[in-house]
């Protein structure tokens, strides 16, 4: 029997090899999918509510300035009040009424006008969506509005930062800039996200408490720095030295030992 073969032969085997099996620790964080923020949430427009003052029993404006409608009957009014009219009139009168908060004169193109039209717009399909969430029309349309409307809203931050600001005070409206760079929400990013901050937060427990056995070690320091000092300055003086520690310095360490 040669080597090779004898060392063949005592090599283990799968079967004699022993496996050493880990429990594998229970992982304590939990991650669960964000709700994606929904078009009527304030949390997505920014819209904190605009006060109408209008009644709904009131007349359309289109029948306002006619000379006949004084000698109609009080049921043909009924009939041409807003609330027996397409919800598009109401939704002008709110446009109209938004405007003239912001606008400087009857015809103002300016782009205050704009945003004030767009939030009496976005008011609107926000009040349908609540009646009808399955509308897929009305929820397209809602948020191509958020959005034109935060990008005018940041053209104007740029141009004009005072304007800005007056126009959020006056529309009662909170700033929701797009992001600088978007990120897919992902189970796998997320976990590793939680991970991290789970493990800066052990990383700052240990330095708080290695700093708080530091502080409670301050004091037996401070004694013996001012027993050393003052050993030092008698050695020097014995040795006719002039000496380089000072008694104000051997009375600060006492203080600083007396004060902890």
């Given at each position: 029997?040669?080597a090779?073969?004898?060392?063949v032969?005592?090599a283990?085997t799968?079967s004699?090899?022993i496996?050493?099996?880990?429990?594998?620790?229970?992982f304590?964080?939990q991650?669960v999918r964000?709700e994606?923020?929904?078009?009527?949430?304030?949390e997505?427009s920014g819209d904190l509510?605009?006060?109408?003052n209008?009644?709904?029993k009131?007349?359309c404006p289109?029948?306002r300035?006619l000379p006949?409608?004084?000698?109609c009957?009080?049921?043909?009014k009924?009939?041409?009040?807003?609330?027996f009219?397409?919800?598009?009139?109401?939704?002008?009168l709110?446009?109209?009424i938004?405007e003239?908060l912001v606008e400087?004169?009857?015809?103002d193109?300016?782009?205050?006008v704009s945003?004030?039209r767009l939030?009496a717009?976005i008011h609107?399909?926000?009040?349908h969506?609540?009646?009808?969430?399955?509308?897929r029309?009305?929820k397209v349309?809602?948020?191509e509005k958020i959005?034109k409307?935060?990008k005018?809203?940041k053209k104007l931050?740029?141009?004009d930062?005072?304007r800005?600001e007056?126009?959020?005070?006056k529309?009662?409206?909170?700033y929701k800039?797009q992001?600088e760079?978007?990120m897919?929400?992902?189970?796998?990013g997320?976990?590793?996200?939680?991970?991290?901050m789970?493990?800066?937060e052990?990383?700052?427990e240990?330095?708080?408490a290695y700093?708080?056995?530091?502080?409670?070690q301050?004091?037996?320091?401070f004694?013996?720095?001012?027993?050393?000092l003052?050993?030092?300055?008698?050695?020097?003086i014995?040795?006719?030295?002039?000496?380089?520690?000072t008694?104000e310095?051997?009375e600060?360490a006492?203080k600083?030992?007396?004060?902890?």
């Open positions: 029997m040669n090779f073969t004898y060392l032969r005592r283990p799968i004699n090899l496996v050493r099996n880990y429990a594998p620790k229970p304590t964080m991650w964000p994606k923020p929904s078009c009527i949430s304030t997505k509510g605009l006060e109408y209008f009644n709904s009131e007349l289109i029948y300035e006949e409608i004084e000698n009957s009080e049921d043909v009924k009939l041409l009040s807003l609330e009219h397409h919800g598009k009139e109401t939704a002008r709110k446009a109209s938004a003239e400087n004169h009857e015809n193109p300016s782009f205050e945003i004030a939030t717009d609107y399909l926000q009040e969506m609540k009646n009808n969430p399955r509308n029309r009305c349309a809602l948020k959005d409307r935060k005018f809203l931050r740029s141009w930062y005072k800005f007056w126009i959020l005070e529309l009662n409206l909170v800039p992001p760079k978007h897919f929400v992902t189970r796998k997320s976990i590793r996200l939680l991970l991290q789970h493990c800066n052990i990383r700052q240990k330095r708080n700093r708080v056995e530091l502080e409670s301050q004091k037996g320091f004694e013996k720095k001012a027993k050393q003052a050993f030092i300055r008698e050695e020097e014995f040795c006719g030295l002039e000496p380089t520690i008694e310095d051997i600060n006492k600083k030992a007396a004060s902890l």
